[in-house]
């Protein structure tokens, strides 16, 4: 019986980015996160990228990674993303906490289309180490038990 209540709670779980949207995610310390956008790649000529961003956990920067597939390094050291979240990373928002920061950004997989990139979260702690992620990709027809976090 403990086993079913144990599977049944962790299944009432809300997502990564239903988390972040109502402020019930907390890493690092908990508290609230400061929150801001960036801009790395953009298919329209008005939107300057924004460069580095810069966190209490260190500076994030956007690198080329293999096949033209956007990487980031903190503080110079790159952060290894999980296979799901290899994409060419257009824009979005930091959330930073105090010893670890979450981005849920707009990125090209290899399977969807630039009209239909897939919305990517991941948590990055201040050692560089992703500790959690959600991808909802853009092939999907509805968001289902995601949030939308990027417009």
Request: with cysteine; charged share 20%; net charge neutral.
């Amino acid at each position: 019986m403990g086993l079913l209540a144990f599977a049944a709670s962790a299944e009432a779980m809300p997502s990564l980015s239903c988390q972040l949207q109502s402020g019930e995610f907390k890493a690092g310390g908990g508290g609230k996160p400061k929150i801001s956008e960036f801009i790395w790649a953009s298919g329209h000529g008005s939107a300057t990228p924004t460069g580095p961003i810069r966190t209490r956990i260190g500076r994030i920067d956007p690198v080329e990674g293999r096949g033209y597939k956007r990487a980031i390094t903190l503080d110079g050291k790159l952060v290894l993303l999980p296979p799901e979240a290899h994409s060419v990373i257009g824009f979005g928002k930091v959330y930073d906490f105090k010893d670890a920061i979450a981005l849920a950004y707009l990125g090209e997989r290899e399977e969807d289309s630039s009209a239909r990139p897939s919305q990517i979260v991941i948590v990055i702690n201040k050692v560089g180490s992703v500790i959690d992620s959600e991808v909802l990709p853009g092939t999907a027809t509805n968001p289902g038990s995601h949030c939308l976090l990027i417009d």
